[in-house]
T-cell receptor, first 115, second 109 residues
């Protein structure tokens, strides 16, 4: 089983619908992230969380919200989806303790299409 | 502003060597990462450099010059499975990762 699991893996929805992407991890990491990836662009950070009580906006948070339900769970919501939110979304975790580099461990991705 | 530059696409031959360059301008520096990403899949960690010099890991090596804001990823003995995008990312003074757009590497037989 993957250490970082995202559901759903693929989703097609219509403009105006509410969508939730879920992420769970078994790595025991405190830090979790949501990124989106568009062709020709780098990974762009939507939100990140350093622990359950700490939520921070990334560079492109407008139109998105998140919930950190537990150390292991971090969900991304699109309250009213629009076509330019069509993208590949990645959840990731990292660990800065004990001399770790802070490298990111990614989930398998959630491909979202908004019609 | 913060910026990471890397070539959009490169082509190389199976068995050869290829060097993928990355230049960066960031607010502070706390390390540089290289990730590999196959089409439609998640990025996977390749290497980390925080001090100047070369880090070697099997067929892959990564070099860093902090004074020049420059890194490269060197892939030796190229295999078809090395066809992928290679992402350069720099951790800035706030420990946030700044990502390049990635270099798509095409390997030809």
């Amino acid at each position: 089983d993957a250490d970082v699991t995202q559901t759903p893996r693929n989703r097609i929805t219509k403009t105006g619908k509410r969508i939730m992407l879920e992420c769970s991890q078994t790595k025991g990491h405190d830090r979790m992230y949501w990124y989106r990836q568009d062709p020709g662009l780098g990974l762009r950070l939507i939100y990140y969380s350093f622990d359950v009580k700490d939520i921070n906006k990334g560079e492109i948070s407008d139109g998105y919200s998140v919930s950190r339900q537990a150390q292991a769970k971090f969900s991304l919501s699109l309250e009213s989806a629009i076509p330019n939110q069509t993208a590949l979304y990645f959840c990731a975790t990292s660990d800065f303790t004990d001399g770790n580099t802070g490298e990111l461990f990614f989930g398998e991705g959630s491909r979202l299409t908004v019609l | 502003g913060q910026n990471i530059d890397q070539p959009t696409e490169m082509t190389a031959t199976e068995g050869a060597i290829v060097q993928i360059n990355c230049t960066y301008q960031t607010s502070g520096f706390n390390g540089l990462f290289w990730y590999q990403q196959h089409a439609g899949e998640a990025p996977t960690f390749l290497s980390y450099n925080v001090l100047d010099g070369l880090e070697e890991k099997g067929r892959f090596s990564s070099f860093l010059s902090r004074s020049k804001g420059y890194s490269y990823l060197l892939l030796k003995e190229l295999q078809m499975k090395d066809s992928a995008s290679y992402l350069c990312a720099v951790m800035d003074s706030n420990y946030q990762l700044i990502w390049g757009a990635g270099t798509k590497l095409i390997i030809k037989p």
